[in-house]
């Protein structure tokens, strides 16, 4: 029987049996134990909008620290986001009633627009959230030109 919820999601049945838990994790190995443990964190959720100026991603990682988090820019215009939050240190004599913190490694990967200037990213960690601003190449309008009309 699983007591942990899995989403952010209110599920007022979260806390009954389901007859099918374990079924699950026993077709598909990779979710087992200590994987499920990270599977909500290891889709972190982010956010991204597009300003006049730039790109600008948001990102909750309550717990984590700067440290724990990297920014890259791979294969010219793919914005990498990956890091870890630790595990909190375990006690024997600890009797855990519920666990819904995630803990475990996160890796998200955004495709970046041709007018993307992935030499001028800034990311910053404020309050938990992670703020990713990759500017915006300006947009060159189309030279016009007039053509004399003869006759």
């Known amino acids: 029987m699983s007591l942990v919820r899995r989403s952010g999601v209110f599920d007022p049945f979260a806390d009954f049996w389901n007859p099918f838990d374990g079924v699950f994790r026993s077709l598909v190995p990779s979710v087992a134990s200590s994987d499920r443990e990270t599977a909500a964190f290891a889709s972190a959720r982010i956010d991204w909008k597009e300003t006049p100026e730039a790109h600008v991603f948001k990102a909750d990682l309550p717990g984590v620290k700067k440290e724990e988090v990297k920014v890259e820019v791979e294969d010219g215009n793919v914005l990498v986001i ?40 800034k990311a910053g960690l404020e309050n938990g959230v992670l703020t990713v601003t990759v500017p915006k190449a300006e947009e060159k309008k189309p030279e016009v030109k007039a053509i004399e009309i003869s006759g």
């Open 82 to 121: 990956s890091g870890e939050r630790s595990k909190e240190k375990e006690d024997k004599n600890d009797k855990w009633h519920r666990v819904e913190r995630s803990s475990g490694k996160f890796t998200r990967r955004f495709r970046l627009p041709e007018n993307a200037k992935v030499d001028q990213v």
